[in-house]
């Protein structure tokens, strides 16, 4: 099949120990995907990377990595394990999401 294929390393259920922000940006993530497999098949390619720009700077970098300061400096360790889960998540996402664009970022 065409498009990015991110194959998610959780199992249903498996965010019940995630918090809110976590869920969210995950969701976030989900919909980067989609709007980018979708923009791309349509050969609309600014809608492309602005879905990606999006996901990148307004929903990682702004809203979730400053979310999660507080879990990794005074969170407990399921608390900080879960989000560096989640953050291992979301890069992985979206350096798959950018390779078609700049592969001389996201690659090896």
């Known amino acids: 099949s065409s498009g990015i294929n991110?194959?998610?390393?959780?199992?249903?259920?498996e965010t019940a120990n995630f918090s809110t922000i976590d869920k969210w940006i995950l969701h976030r993530a989900a919909v980067a995907i989609?709007?980018?497999n979708?923009?791309?098949?349509?050969?609309?390619?600014?809608?492309?990377?602005?879905?990606?720009?999006?996901f990148w700077l307004y929903d990682l970098c702004d809203v979730y990595l400053e979310a999660?300061?507080?879990?990794?400096?005074?969170?407990?360790?399921?608390?900080?394990?879960?989000?560096r889960h989640t953050l291992y998540t979301c890069l992985d996402v979206g350096l798959r999401l950018i390779h078609p664009f700049m592969p001389f970022i996201s690659g090896n």
């Open 34 to 36: 989609s709007d980018t």
């Open 6 to 13: 991110a194959e998610w390393p959780l199992r249903p259920g």
């Open 38 to 54: 979708t923009s791309l098949k349509e050969y609309q390619f600014q809608q492309c990377t602005t879905a990606i720009y999006n």
């Open 68 to 83: 999660t300061k507080r879990v990794f400096y005074k969170g407990s360790e399921d608390e900080k394990e879960a989000a």
